[in-house]
């Protein structure tokens, strides 16, 4: 794996030498933050060694640098999934390269289905704690001691001071922004009336099918995650009707202006 790794480093760096801090993995239908991005670097994954292709509709898959304002960033427009066949350590492998590159900071969001009634599709929910119910985890296997520590801590998965900046950055802004639990499950089907009333019942505020293999695998490593969740729909049985994806992205493109404000505003205050 380390020279996969290697491998994959070592191209990017070619083209980008100076390598960001900050990381943004743009989700479903949140790529408008680019609209802003001063291009420098682009590069599709299938050019990046050992790199899986992206199959989801609303992921591109390119690694993309520039400059947001006058903070240099690194965006990824899409990411592998579980669900889309590939192994969990596929999964996380683009973090871990870029963690390699010299990304510190990781800026991940997804669109979930809220589970309480009184959500709204383009509610934005700042995740606090994540519950792992994908059955894998990208830290099965022999551990890397060079990545990380066998059995790491994941008491604060989701840094609190960064947690902090982004609640006090929306709320200078009139940007509602709730705060919960975000419960991943490995799909590609949608869940059941009863399995959201489960994951209700155990803390869950939002569902979805990512984030939290990069997490594990970021924390693994030692660096700094935040995450926000952009509830497009309401998760099944919470009100009468089916799901499709389709209205998952267009949800999540009616909230990019206002969520890609929110970014852009917390990467300056941030400033890493």
């Not at 020279?3 to 993995?25: N, S, W």
């Not at 809220?114 to 994908?134: A, E, F, Q, Y």
């Not at 900046?165 to 949608?190: C, D, F, T, W």
């Amino acid at each position: 794996m380390m020279q996969k790794l290697e491998e994959a480093k070592h191209h990017i760096l070619r083209k980008c030498p100076d390598f960001p801090g900050m990381l943004i993995v743009l989700g479903s239908g949140l790529g408008s933050l680019l609209d802003d991005l001063k291009l420098e670097v682009e590069i599709p994954f299938n050019e990046i060694p050992h790199f899986k292709k992206a199959t989801v509709p609303g992921h591109s898959g390119r690694l993309v640098i520039g400059t947001l304002g006058k903070i240099r960033v690194s965006c990824l427009q899409g990411r592998l999934h579980y669900y889309e066949g590939y192994s969990m350590a596929e999964v996380v492998f683009p973090f871990r390269v870029l963690a390699l590159c010299g990304a510190e900071t990781f800026l991940l969001t997804n669109a979930a289905g809220g589970v309480h009634s009184d959500m709204n599709p383009g509610d934005l929910l700042l995740i606090k704690d994540h519950i792992n119910c994908m059955g894998d985890n990208p830290l099965i296997g022999a551990n890397e001691e060079t990545l990380g520590a066998r059995f790491p801590d994941m008491t604060q998965v989701y840094d609190s001071h960064l947690r902090e900046s982004m609640k006090k950055v929306a709320q200078e802004n009139g940007i509602a922004l709730r705060e919960g639990v975000y419960a991943g499950v490995h799909g590609p089907s949608y869940e059941t009336p009863a399995e959201v009333k489960m994951l209700k019942m155990v803390g869950a505020d939002v569902i979805g099918m990512s984030t939290i293999p990069e997490a594990i695998a970021l924390k693994h490593m030692g660096k700094k995650v935040v995450a926000v969740s952009c509830v497009t729909n309401l998760a099944s049985g919470v009100i009468p009707g089916t799901l499709d994806h389709a209205e998952v992205l267009e949800t999540a493109k009616k909230v990019q202006k206002s969520f890609a404000f929110l970014v852009k505003e917390f990467v300056h205050v941030v400033r890493t």
